[in-house]
C-alpha cells in the first residue's frame, strides 16, 4: 500500500507507542485516586502531558483540556460557548470550507434557532483561492456575534486563513475566535501567543499520535471564557470533560506533538519539495489537471512562502474528462482521497471544492493527496505513473 491519505489519519509513530505502552500495563493508575501511588504516578504524567503541550504551542498547561479529539474539542468549543447561561446574543458566523466537525454543530444550532452565517471563500483559479475576505468578515460582524469559528488549516485543499488577522478583526468588536487547528497542529509552526484564538482544537491522530484523544485550547486572558460543559459526571477536566482520563492517550499526544515540533523545520521543507515533485510528475503524466486550492510555494525551501500559505503536505488535483468515481476505483493499492475521507459514507461530492467554486464534476474528478512523515521519493513517483495510466485508460474507456 502506497498511503498518501494523511490528512484522513496518520500512522502513529514507533517511538510514540513506545512512549504509551508502559501506561496500558505497569502504570495503568486512575489520575484521579490520588489516595495511593499507582493513581499519583499516573497524575504526574497526565501533568508532565500537559506542561509539555502547553509549552510546545506558547500556552498555559490550565488552558489545556484534554478530549477524544477534535470532533469533541470543536462542539465542546462551539456548543459551549453558544449555549452557556449568559452569552451576548444568538449570532454565530463560521465559514462554508470548515470541517463537518464544524459545520454539523452549528446546523444544529441553527434548528434550535440560533442564526449562522456562512461566509464564502476566494474562488479559483485563483493563486489566494480558499481564503475568506477580511472586509466581508468585518460586515458580519454584529452586536449580537457570540462566536466566530474558522479553520488554521483546510483538510481538502490545505489554504491557510489568515487567523491572526482574524482574531485581530473579532477582538475589536469583542467577540471570541475559534479555530480548529487539526490539520495544523505539528504541520507549521503554532504558536498561540502569536495567534491570539480564544479557542484552538486539535487532535492525536493527524501528527502520528493515537486516535481517541485531542485537545481544546482556551485562553485564559480576564479569567476563562466560560462554556457550558457536554459531558457531564466525576468533574474531571475542570468539569468541562468528565470522564476518567486517557492516560495513554494523553502521554502519547505529547510524545507525537513532541516530535513534530522537534522536526518541524526539516519536515515541512522535505514534504514541499515531495509534494513539487509530485506536482511534475502528475502535469507530466496529464498535463490538463487543474490544481485546486492556493498557488504551491515557488520555492519548496521556502515552504509556507506567497501571500496565502499552504500545509506542505498537501495537494489537490482535478482531472478533466474522467469519471471520478471510475478514477477513485482505480487507484487499487494506492491510498488517496476523493473529497473529505470524513464524510466519504456519503457520496456528495465535497463541500470544500465546490466552494472555491469547481463544477460537481471536476470535484468528483480530483483527488487529494496527503503527504506525512513516511511518505518517500519512490512512492511519489509510482502514485503519479498509476494515476497517469489510470487517467489515460478511463478517458480512452469514455472516448471509445
Ligand atoms: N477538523 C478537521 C479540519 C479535520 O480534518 C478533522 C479530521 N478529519 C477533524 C476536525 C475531526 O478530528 P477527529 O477525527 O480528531 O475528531
Known sequence: LIYLDNHATTRCDDRVVAAMLPYFTELYGNPGSVSHPAGHLALDAVNQSRELIAQLLGADPKEIIFTSGATESNNLAIRGLATRPRRRGNHIV??????????????????????????????????????????????????????????????????????????TICHERGIPLHCDATQAVGKIPVDLRQLDVDLLSFSGHKMHGPKGIGALYIKRSEGRLRLSSLVDGGGQEQGLRSGTLNVPGIVGLAAALTLCVQELPAEMIRLATLRAQLFALLQHEVPDLLLSGPALPDDPAQPLAGKVGRLPGNLNVAFPHVDGEALMMSMGHIAVSSGSACTSASPEPSHVLRAVGLSEDLTRASLRFGLGRFTTENEIALAAQAVGQNVRKLRSLRDA
Request: glycine share 4%; net charge negative.
Open 94 to 167: 463560521s465559514v462554508a470550507t470548515e470541517h463537518k466537525a464544524v459545520l454539523d454543530p452549528l446546523k444544529r444550532l441553527a434548528r434550535e434557532g440560533f442564526e449562522v452565517t456562512l461566509l464564502p471563500v476566494s474562488q479559483q483559479p485563483s493563486a489566494e483561492a480558499g481564503i475568506i475576505d477580511l472586509q466581508q468578515l468585518k460586515n458580519v460582524l454584529r452586536d449580537d456575534t457570540l462566536l466566530v469559528s474558522v479553520m488554521l488549516a483546510n483538510n481538502e485543499i490545505g489554504v491557510l486563513q489568515p487567523i491572526r488577522e482574524i482574531a
